[in-house]
């Protein structure tokens, strides 16, 4: 486990450590005021009740899933990471860098887009979302959203380079994207 391996003690010693600050870090984290919403459908009072500018960004978080017997590891196996991996979508404030909603973990190899839809978030109708690639095709009711188009990075301009992708923005009010 790295934590042992970076702090110097074993395993079982830095497990026993984990498990004896993790409740403190959640209710630090409840006394400032920043815990993240985990009921989807309670987000978009949440953020509402915030009254932050509601400028969000919508992305996927990748983490190292410990060893597994061998058919449910092939669950966890992400292609594109070239790893075992669980997965979490993440919705963060923009401006305040505040990770505002944590969803349930699903294993690595689940598309970005199928946890959002299975989600079924709640969204501040007012809000600006933010999407990375992985959420191509998902478009939430909110006011407007923005999202690079996906760019093939085996093409190039002639000088050995990618070309820069482009924002997709939509906008629900006029019905239409750019």
Known sequence: MLLGETFEMSQARANQWLHRLLPVLHQALEDLGVMPERNPRQFAAHERHRGEK?????????????????????????????????????????????????????????????IADNERIAYPRKAT???????????????????????????????????????????RASGTCD
């Open 54 to 114: 509601l400028d969000l960004t919508l992305t996927a978080q990748n983490d190292a899933a410990k060893a597994q017997k061998p058919e449910k590891q092939a669950l966890h196996y992400s292609g594109k990471k070239k790893a075992h991996s669980d997965k979490n979508v993440l919705i963060v404030n923009t401006r305040t860098k505040r990770v505002g909603y944590l969803s349930q973990t699903y294993a690595g190899k689940t598309h970005d887009k199928k």
């Open 129 to 171: 979302l933010r999407k990375d690639t992985g959420f191509q095709g998902y478009e939430p009711r909110v006011a407007q959203t923005h999202q690079p188009k996906k760019s093939h990075p085996r093409r190039t301009d002639g000088r050995g380079e990618a070309p820069q992708s482009k924002a997709l923005s939509c906008s």
